[in-house]
């Protein structure tokens, strides 16, 4: 464009020169209405969808997050195990402080009084023996009990297994209870305090707005009605949002998330920027693709006994882990992405001013007095230079029509 | 644009043919500037802003990261409840590890030798009573401290309070210590180990930089002027930094971001891509609306007696948490961005011309002899063709003018 | 463009015109070819690279995760200090659960019975001492043991430190075993279970495929030929995957990320999305630029002896940290990314013509011939006006050939 124009003249003259191109203008109330009706279309498109639903004006950014937690309430047991017993938070909440994780025991099997000692394993199809040369001295199956003596032990009157090496007596967890130990779990509750940043703008927020007093935050509880800002949750009510029963997810534990949704447009004022919380059970509770469903890990509390000796209480927590999940993007408006998305929505409108005149060129063709017509525009759009290459030398002449 | 002019001749001759739009190059002085002046700005404005500060030519990619903390130190304490002691960091740093984030215990309230029995609830508003009848047997208060027993017992000599099964004697959370009790904690240290990866761009790096050696690693401490490469901080200075002072935050705890920005442009060498600390308080230290300020949580010791009963030590821990936060993004040279980004700028300067005639159109409006001169150039610019429709068969006349 | 037009329309006409560029049709098998052949690449490239290869067309959203992993296998030592001892996952997963990490114990510096004492430090450049004037009591050195209580104690026969306030006897670490202790840690298997979600799509996963059930789960294990959807794994094979020797990183520990890629393309058929793993190791294993080689910490058993006074058994722990790394973007096909992709790319189609007809006017500078045809084209594709504002009111002159 600019380089043509100045290849013959001087750049001085060059700078004041304007370029623009040579339009034809068709008066046709057919392929006008057509050709106004698709820039409208697209206008509407580039301002309706592009501008407004997809932001596609924003600059984005992802949100950095940070989250504590803390779980109240108490729980009573009464076992045959560990008797009359109250649970209190150090002893359901394993480990005593997370990321953005908590773990609430529901459901356990104890094994007390555990030593480092020999004892038969369990029977199974590969525990199972007649004699002492069916047992392998040092074998140590991944998904067993222990080491293996060599040894072959009667497990009860009837069947005999493999000795081994491991904590004696060893957990037996095939009889979890069918209803959860801890079944006041249900009503405890957790404060969820979460601060983001998304750093692209400097832009800091928590989730406890700056409006609440702390007087309401002693005694409130998250409901979606009528206190949508308490940041205090009950474990119940969030397991029934991700539509699960609290104390069936209780006998086997479960993962359930919390998530909380933090997209934000900062081009509104700041206060309309809040976190959207949902509930959602992660683990996969069908049991038929599933290996070990539910939630449980083992862990011990050890003692010394006074003669210096070692004993563990095994114990086999079953419970609901609950993840805080935090997500979000944040969009600001900012000139480059209004540029190109603008900008490219609006090279369509450009190119549809060609792709009408083909639309009509097409539909004409079956009109025979039509192909006048498309030869006549044809004449005034297209202007026809001769090879240019092939006749060095010769005056060149010209195929234009109309234009005399 | 090939479409209409290939319509008249056949594909060969059609495959040799190349188009231009026609233009038209006004001298004019006036339009002229302004013309390239908006030019230069729309050219000046890809350049400078669209590719150099907002690499908008760029393909990008999110980090992935992992971390391992080390705290080192050691602090002593003298109370009365566990007399003179020193505290290792297997005693302060609980959980003994974790994933990003580490715990430095500065304050406590220690209830010792709990066990599992009866004994008055603390007084307050729910748990005052006259007689056993204003007690509720197995009432459990997620705010409270155990199943109430449904018996009124004298809690001192002047109030009687419903009395409850729980871990006796009830931890008294009321008197904290005013000054943290472990003031050595802030001269603690932590080696942080950042490693890295943008797997689009399959780039791997460590924050223990190539050139720094392990002599050198053994004594340094992070300085911002002195010691930039060094891993290993000094737990008051990151809260100094963030604006804080230590054993303030360290009477109720409080949770500390340390933030390690790897935004970096791979199109320099790697060595220019480092990380970029920063430190930023992330509970909010604002009493007022704040539900438990600070930072703490409660865990506990578990003992056996000679006799096989269980014992506790519940700990109230006050401290600080460290969440080591990383982020950002890698920017990579990518064609498909450059052409998207580029290209449409690029549609600006071709629009800006006929923005620049309707500028010179409307300027033009109120001076009476423009008038002619627009319609002078409307000649030039806009050839007009009539109906095509309407006119079925009939010889097409034109209006156009002044290419006679 | 619609401007121009209209200005001397009323807007009821404007409204049935339909404008469109004049274009010039160079015949020339030169120029005409590398034009052709420009523009194809440019569609070959939007297509083939724009569009399969980068995706350009689609929009992204980052992924959202949630894992649970169980390890299962126990081990034999038999040391000194410990005896013959059976480890099982509550002994060597500290802590028992996390959220993406779990740790495996594979070798140990264990210090048993410490209390609360005063003990000689282990000699150092700063602990040696000849008389108790060389120490400061109270002094704390964080790279130190214990709080100084001013005197001069001999360690050794050969060599006297200042004495300290700790946790006695104090640990000596410098003889960490040759081998790693936990040699069975190799054939220990983990389960994960991953779930993930692509919140904008609302699109939900799991890593274990609908189509695996309960049976085989229970003893298959993961092998990139013969078992690509089991989801337990082998430490060893993990391990071995990232180019390490297990026994070799079990010595003084190591963190190893299991990378878990959830890249997906959600316009063909959710069953194609999939997670890949892959295995790296993370930490830095040069012993050059390195402090603290390996992976480890500290954390201590508590104990109370018969007469109340707290002990406790120290272990120095290192091990393999392995991290769950989820990490993933999905692309769906949406209008906005391909407007804007492909709106740009043809942008520069568009420019092509201007391009070419450049590179044709430059090449032809040289043939003496040829300039004679620029200028011939120059009149046809511009077509010059002069001046419009300096001769305000005489007649404009034209300076446009060709067109008679």
């Given at each position: 464009?600019?380089?043509?124009?100045?290849?013959?003249?001087?750049?001085?003259?060059?700078?004041?020169?304007?370029?623009?191109?040579?339009?034809i203008?068709?008066?046709?109330?057919?392929?006008?209405?057509?050709?106004?009706?698709i820039?409208?279309?697209?206008?509407?498109?580039?301002?309706?969808?592009?501008?407004?639903?997809?932001?596609?004006?924003?600059?984005?950014?992802?949100?950095?997050?940070?989250?504590?937690?803390?779980?109240?309430?108490?729980g009573?047991?009464?076992?045959?195990?560990l008797?009359?017993?109250?649970?209190?938070?150090?002893?359901?909440?394993?480990?005593?402080?997370?990321?953005?994780?908590?773990?609430?025991?529901?459901?356990?099997?104890?094994?007390?009084?555990?030593?480092?000692?020999?004892?038969?394993?369990?029977?199974?199809q590969?525990?199972?023996?007649?004699?002492?040369?069916?047992?392998?001295?040092?074998?140590n199956?991944?998904?067993?009990?222990?080491?293996?003596?060599?040894?072959?032990?009667?497990?009860?009157?009837?069947?005999?297994?493999?000795?081994?090496?491991?904590?004696?007596?060893?957990?037996?967890?095939?009889?979890?209870?069918?209803h959860?130990?801890?079944?006041?779990?249900?009503?405890?509750?957790?404060?969820?305090?979460?601060?983001?940043?998304y750093?692209?703008?400097n832009?800091?927020?928590?989730?406890?707005?700056?409006?609440?007093?702390?007087?309401?935050?002693?005694q409130?509880?998250?409901n979606?009605?009528?206190?949508?800002?308490?940041?205090?949750?009950?474990?119940?009510?969030?397991?029934?949002?991700?539509?699960?029963?609290?104390?069936?997810?209780?006998?086997?534990?479960?993962?359930?998330?919390?998530?909380?949704?933090?997209?934000?447009?900062?081009?509104?004022?700041?206060?309309?920027?809040?976190?959207?919380?949902?509930?959602r059970?992660?683990?996969?509770?069908?049991?038929?693709?599933?290996?070990?469903?539910?939630?449980?890990?083992?862990?011990?509390?050890?003692?010394?006994?006074?003669?210096?000796?070692?004993?563990?209480?095994?114990?086999?927590?079953?419970?609901?882990?609950f993840?805080?999940?935090?997500?979000?993007?944040?969009?600001?408006?900012?000139?480059?992405?209004?540029i190109?998305?603008?900008?490219a929505?609006?090279?369509?409108?450009?190119?549809?001013?060609?792709?009408s005149f083909?639309?009509?060129?097409?539909?004409?063709?079956?009109?025979?007095?039509?192909?006048k017509?498309?030869?006549?525009?044809?004449?005034?759009k297209?202007?026809?230079?001769?090879?240019?290459?092939?006749?060095a030398?010769e005056?060149?002449?010209?195929?234009?029509?109309?234009?005399?």
């Amino acid at each position: 464009q600019k380089m043509g124009g100045c290849s013959s003249q001087s750049c001085h003259h060059c700078f004041f020169e304007y370029e623009t191109e040579r339009m034809i203008v068709v008066k046709s109330k057919v392929v006008g209405s057509v050709f106004r009706l698709i820039q409208f279309l697209i206008l509407f498109y580039v301002i309706g969808y592009v501008c407004v639903v997809q932001k596609s004006y924003q600059e984005t950014d992802s949100v950095v997050s940070s989250v504590t937690t803390k779980v109240k309430g108490t729980g009573f047991t009464n076992t045959s195990d560990l008797g009359a017993r109250v649970w209190d938070v150090a002893d359901y909440n394993i480990p005593p402080q997370g990321e953005s994780s908590f773990f609430v025991l529901t459901n356990m099997i104890v094994t007390p009084n555990q030593t480092q000692s020999t004892c038969p394993e369990l029977p199974n199809q590969s525990t199972i023996c007649m004699s002492d040369s069916d047992c392998l001295e040092g074998s140590n199956d991944v998904r067993g009990n222990g080491i293996q003596t060599g040894l072959c032990m009667n497990y009860s009157e009837t069947v005999k297994t493999c000795e081994v090496l491991s904590w004696c007596p060893l957990e037996i967890d095939i009889n979890l209870p069918e209803h959860a130990l801890l079944v006041a779990a249900e009503d405890f509750t957790v404060l969820i305090k979460n601060s983001v940043t998304y750093p692209k703008f400097n832009f800091h927020k928590r989730n406890i707005l700056p409006d609440v007093n702390s007087s309401y935050l002693k005694q409130c509880e998250f409901n979606r009605k009528t206190d949508p800002d308490c940041p205090i949750f009950r474990l119940k009510d969030m397991v029934s949002e991700a539509e699960e029963d609290f104390q069936t997810m209780a006998i086997r534990g479960g993962v359930l998330g919390i998530m909380i949704d933090w997209n934000c447009d900062l081009d509104w004022p700041e206060h309309y920027c809040g976190p959207k919380y949902s509930f959602r059970r992660l683990d996969n509770k069908i049991p038929e693709n599933n290996v070990a469903p539910g939630y449980n890990f083992r862990f011990a509390k050890y003692y010394k006994t006074t003669d210096g000796r070692e004993t563990r209480t095994l114990i086999k927590a079953y419970g609901i882990r609950f993840d805080v999940i935090v997500f979000g993007t944040a969009g600001k408006f900012n000139m480059v992405p209004t540029i190109v998305n603008v900008g490219a929505a609006l090279t369509f409108l450009s190119l549809v001013s060609s792709l009408s005149f083909s639309v009509n060129a097409v539909c004409n063709w079956f009109l025979l007095t039509c192909t006048k017509r498309r030869d006549y525009y044809s004449k005034h759009k297209f202007t026809y230079l001769d090879n240019i290459d092939d006749n060095a030398g010769e005056p060149l002449g010209e195929t234009t029509y109309g234009t005399r």
